[in-house]
């Protein structure tokens, strides 16, 4: 079990780094252009998979919350397993290539509204456990506590927001991760080229990709999609090149 959630582990931050070196080869100009595929194509397969797996759940005898709850999670695919493939085929330049990735990079944002309707959506029962269950685990167990790590009650206290906040915080991330990228970068990394230290231009490099890995995660959403979007914003940036070699 416990080297199975290792490799998971290892995995995920192969598709993180995956995702942010295809970023950066995707020029801001390129993914408007694929705003039709996006919100066309990527946004139509959601929400007719989420609408054909709801109505066959209620006929199967489901209620609409849990029907439409399974149906919202069903219309998502891992993003992980289909990037390889084109990756391995080398379509991704290609049209077909381009259109698949247009819907997986639909079916993560789509993941921002479905964790704000989700509670929403939740029985009173279940909701009522949940309450329970987060005030179960406010005092753990000293073993328990010194394994969840530091970064556990800032986790814990988002999760712990409603809905709407959590939305809204998962929003600043997001937009953050864009003002930063544009504002902050060039003068960060032009100070660490100025210093000609390889190894320090190396650590930057992976401390952004970690970082907003980490917060994308701290809010629930895919990691994937910030370094996507990191990498995208820092696709004319003039240390494109050297992020990519650091990373490589």
């Known amino acids: 079990g416990g080297e199975t959630a290792d490799l998971q582990h290892f995995t995920e931050f192969g598709?993180?780094?995956?995702?942010?070196?295809?970023?950066?080869?995707?020029?801001?100009?390129?993914?408007?252009?694929?705003?039709?595929?996006?919100?066309?194509?990527?946004?139509?397969?959601?929400?007719?998979?989420?609408?054909?797996?709801?109505?066959?759940?209620?006929?199967?005898?489901?209620?609409?919350?849990?029907?439409?709850?399974?149906?919202?999670?069903?219309?998502?695919?891992?993003?992980?397993?289909?990037?390889?493939?084109?990756?391995?085929?080398?379509?991704?330049?290609?049209?077909?290539?381009?259109?698949?990735?247009?819907?997986?990079?639909?079916?993560d944002i789509a993941v921002i509204p479905i964790l704000a309707l989700i509670p929403v959506l939740a029985l009173p029962e279940l909701r009522a456990a949940a309450t329970a269950g987060r005030i179960g685990i406010t005092n753990p167990a000293p073993d328990a506590a010194q394994a969840e790590g530091a970064a556990e009650p800032l986790i814990t206290l988002v999760q712990s927001l409603p809905g709407w906040a959590a939305t809204g915080v998962a929003l600043a991330i997001v937009a953050g991760i864009v003002l930063a990228g544009h504002y902050l970068s060039r003068p960060v990394f032009r100070f660490v080229h100025a210093a000609r230290l390889p190894e320090m231009s190396t650590f930057i490099s992976l401390l952004v990709v970690l970082g907003i890995a980490f917060l994308m995660m701290l809010v629930g959403l895919s990691p994937a999609l910030g370094t996507f979007l990191a990498g995208v914003v820092l696709a004319n940036s003039e240390f494109r090149h050297q992020l990519e070699a650091d990373l490589k």
Not at 72 to 79: D, E, K, N, P, V
């Open 15 to 107: 598709v993180v780094l995956m995702l942010f070196l295809i970023g950066l080869e995707l020029d801001p100009r390129a993914l408007w252009d694929m705003r039709t595929r996006l919100l066309g194509l990527g946004g139509a397969q959601v929400a007719l998979t989420t609408l054909a797996l709801t109505a066959a759940l209620m006929a199967a005898g489901y209620g609409l919350n849990v029907a439409l709850v399974l149906g919202m999670i069903g219309a998502l695919s891992s993003t992980a397993i289909v990037l390889q493939v084109l990756t391995e085929k080398n379509l991704m330049r290609s049209a077909g290539g381009r259109a698949g990735f247009s819907v997986l990079l639909a079916q």
